[in-house]
């Protein structure tokens, strides 16, 4: 698939089949992730996959933001000690989290290149999650991703046009764009 | 995806648990946030019946859970919409609980 379509064709997925994701797809999503652009090579990314069904229903519960049920979740935390450690204060609060992010945005375009949905949700019961997933004290929740085969094709979200947004050498100096919607 | 039919105390404690968690979100998150929780609970409530030996569905609840489930979605990309959506629930509401309650005897 060619990386324009996937950025644009990719959307948030809130109705899923109950179709189980394969081990070799799941591994893909992943590998997608750590080779995200990396502040200082930091890599602060911990990838929790959760595929136990009894598990991904509890957090589905204490996640609000967690629509529909999907059969696979993957928690993407950041690692602040190994954040700290190499990058400071910095590192711990800034890159560790933009890190994570943009790890999150490979496997979002990853998966959808591989016919199947995601919905980031950050709203989940930080406390919640950590208690039921075990994770150690310098290892923080940052993005949870659901991933499923989709139930339906969502409409494109309006985006803000190009022209309002993009600027040329400086700030508020038009960008020239033909670009619409 | 189907999964095991919770009984009704299950799915009374679910909604809880959504309501407590949900609670802590809206400490920080956008404010919007707020209202499309309350009415995804909304939608919740409506299906209590679904679980609850006992509890009898309510049509006009019914009415407004799919009213709900197809708008509540708007608040991520057409916040107008979404306001006009709360209105014309309320206002559903409204009509209802005057022809419940104040409907000639």
Request: glycine share 6%; hydrophobic share 40%; charged share 30%.
């Amino acid at each position: 698939m060619d990386i324009f379509q996937a950025v644009k064709g990719r959307r948030s997925i809130r109705r899923y089949k109950s179709d189980v994701v394969p081990k070799e797809l799941i591994e893909k999503i992943l590998d997608a992730g750590r080779w995200a652009p990396s502040g200082g090579n930091i890599q602060p990314w911990k990838f929790i996959v959760i595929s136990d069904r009894n598990l991904l229903e509890l957090i589905r519960k204490v996640s609000p933001g967690y629509l529909g049920e999907t059969p696979l979740a993957i928690l993407v935390c950041s690692d602040k000690e190994k954040a700290y450690k190499v990058g400071g204060a910095l590192g711990r609060d800034y890159l560790s989290v933009s890190d994570c992010s943009m790890a999150v945005e490979n496997m979002l375009l990853v998966a959808y290149a591989l016919g199947l949905g995601t919905c980031v949700v950050k709203s989940f019961a930080r406390v919640a999650v950590k208690e039921m997933l075990e994770i150690p004290e310098d290892i923080e929740p940052e993005l949870l991703v659901i991933v499923g085969y989709p139930a339906y094709e969502p409409k494109p979200p309006v985006r803000i046009p190009l022209r309002e947004i993009a600027y040329l050498n400086k700030y508020g100096q038009n960008f020239p764009t033909n670009l619409e919607e | 995806m189907s999964r095991e039919k919770p009984t009704g105390n299950d799915y009374l404690f679910e909604i809880a648990v959504f309501l407590a968690t949900s609670a802590q979100g809206c400490l920080n998150e956008p404010p919007l946030y707020g209202p499309f929780r309350l009415l995804d609970a909304l939608s919740k409530l409506a299906d209590l019946p679904d679980y609850a030996p006992g509890l009898a569905h309510d049509p006009f609840l019914k009415e407004i859970k799919a009213i709900v489930d197809d708008k509540k979605f708007l608040v991520m990309y057409d916040v107008e919409g979404f306001r006009r959506a709360i209105d014309e629930i309320v206002e559903k509401f409204a009509k209802e609980l005057k022809s419940r309650y104040l409907a000639p005897k």
